[in-house]
């Protein structure tokens, strides 16, 4: 990928409601999932126990219902991601076409991951997630703005403050959350490094 | 900020540069892999044809996906087969050494680690798994990462990442009988939650950890992802020494003395200064129980279960859910549920020091009518010790399966896993809804004792009981 094409720095779009704090990634995608080899149709296993029961019948979730149809932004409480560190579950946000999570706190490794695949995952404070949740419900159809060069949601007619620590924001707003050519350029003194670590060398001398 | 901490000591000594984005980028003394979060990485690495930077610095095993009762290949779920020989034909020629079945080292990647002598003090240690964490007590960093950045570790040996501010977690004094590790880490995150280890690393500290074997500092540094924390150590100390002398892959002869020289000085200094510290007091702990659907929804087992009326509001909905899930009543006692499947096995609790302990509680009578009791050691190695002392026999005369080493059910992506349902007394370490297989599967965390007391009893059990 070309780095101006990698740069993110707004992303636009209705919004969909994800409630309840805690949300391990083993409900994002349930590990019989994670047996196939690519990340291809992950985006198809997104919350899907939740989603289907037994017999694949949809069930009342807000990613079935069709007012969020389309919906490019999630809306997550605490601790969002927490559990285990499979990249399927922020590949399949990503693959069902969310492009950016807000949420109030999201779980190291995943931020990580999300980080790592370039998709923007931003906190916002309590009061500022409440007033995002009952907006989204009341008006399911109204477009939400998240700008990282401002550090601002907007929605209707308020605007609020975002979070993210400062490398992410500047790995989304310069394109080079894909790291290996920043970590690749350097392996002249990654080698050095080797060479200085004693348990590298065997701890010979 | 903290300073002078073993995390501070490790992190600088790995510092490789720090990046444009402001992260560092750090060098990784030890990466461990496996068949799940690998296929992508090696696709991505093929495609470019670029090859593993430090071969010798990676070590490949079969866990997740591996039959514990036949291990006969092909395997009968060919999508587990499929992932068995995408590993190996990813392995092939790169020079990275594979601790498969053949080899008699294969195991659960936390539990191979530390007994073949890979895991040391002092290293940067990355896997893509989070219980990664669990090598942390060997006084390593040591953590999970995702797919990508596995690829990233074999291409260039390092990482992007952010420093993480460090929590000292002090525990003192003596446990009481019939409490473990397992109980000490579960009583942790109850006590500061599934989300205060966000953005820490927790240095486990104390007169409790300084008497604690390795394999109980293990199950503790494991579980420290439960509590947000993405890192947990201990320092090492004369116990880590002597555990790692004379393991496969430890330094030998002059070279362990240099190395211990090594260890001994990335150790948190006294003059140390953390971002927090917080104390607890061993004594105030028991054997406890999760009743809910993350692991800080524990209770000790004399107590009831709490009620939602009274939690402060963040607490709240979720508990309502967890009681929604697990249809338990709040205020009821936890001691006596009925169980039907109790499972002792996974990364927290699989090595033969909870096999040793389960074995003594087991011996003293039969699983219950209608339990199945699952024993599944955390490795190849595992498997032959407790064969030599005789814990199997103890197992199938009690009536519980005696299987071969792999993750097995703690997280049911080999054919053992919970039908329907069920209620699983289980050692491993989460308690997600649906994490042991089934959509509606309910999974009860404890130590080994408190499991084998439940498989006895076919009900929860306090363990002190039985002692
Ligand atoms: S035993 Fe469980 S937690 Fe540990 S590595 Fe295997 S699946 Fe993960």
Known sequence: ?205 | MSSNTLYDHVWDLHKVATLPTGQDQIFIGLHLIHEVTTPQAFASLKERGVHVAFPHRTFATLDHIIPTLSQQRPYLDAQAEAMAVALESNLANTGIQFFDPASGRQGIVHVIGPELGVTQPGMTIACGDSHTSTHGAFGSLAFGIGTTEVGLVLETQTLALNRLKVRRVQVDGLLNPGVTPKDVVLAIIHHLGVKAGLGYAYEFAGTTFDTMSMEGRMTVCNMSIEGGARIGYVNPDQVTFDYLKGREYAPKGEAFDRAVAYWKSIASLPRATYDDIVRLEAKSIEPMVTWGINPGQSVGVSQSLPLPETMPDSDRQTANDAYAYMKFTPGSKIQGQAIDVVFIGSCTNSRISDLREAARILQKGKVAAGVQAIVVPGSQAVKRQAEAEGLDEIFKSAGAQWREAGCSMCLAMNPDKLIGDQICASTSNRNFMGRQGSPTGRTLLMSPAMAAAAALRGEITDVRELL
């Open chain 1, 1 to 205: 990928m070309r780095l101006e094409d990698a740069i993110i720095t707004t992303v636009s779009g209705r919004a969909v409601p994800i409630l309840g704090d805690d949300i391990d990634t083993d409900r994002i995608v349930p590990a019989r999932f994670l047996k196939e080899i690519t990340f291809a149709n992950m985006g198809n296993y997104l919350f899907y126990d939740l989603r289907f029961d037994e017999t694949e019948t949809p069930k009342a979730h807000p990613l079935n219902d069709p007012h969020y149809l389309g919906a490019r932004i999630m809306i997550v409480g605490r601790n969002f991601g927490c559990g285990s560190s499979r990249e399927h579950a922020p590949q399949a946000i990503k693959r069902f076409g969310i492009q950016a999570v807000i949420g109030e706190s999201f779980a190291e490794i995943f931020a990580g991951n999300c980080k790592a695949i370039g998709l923007p995952v931003v906190s916002v404070s309590d009061g500022a997630h409440a007033l995002i949740i009952d907006h989204i419900t009341h008006h399911s159809e109204a477009l939400l703005s998240l700008n990282l060069d401002t550090k601002t949601l907007q929605y209707g007619a308020e605007t609020c403050h975002v979070e993210l620590p400062e490398a992410r924001r500047q790995a989304f707003i310069s394109g080079t959350w894909e790291s290996t050519a920043l970590l690749r350029v350097n392996m002249p003194a990654v080698l050095e490094k080797a060479k200085q670590l004693p348990y590298v060398q065997g701890f010979a001398s």
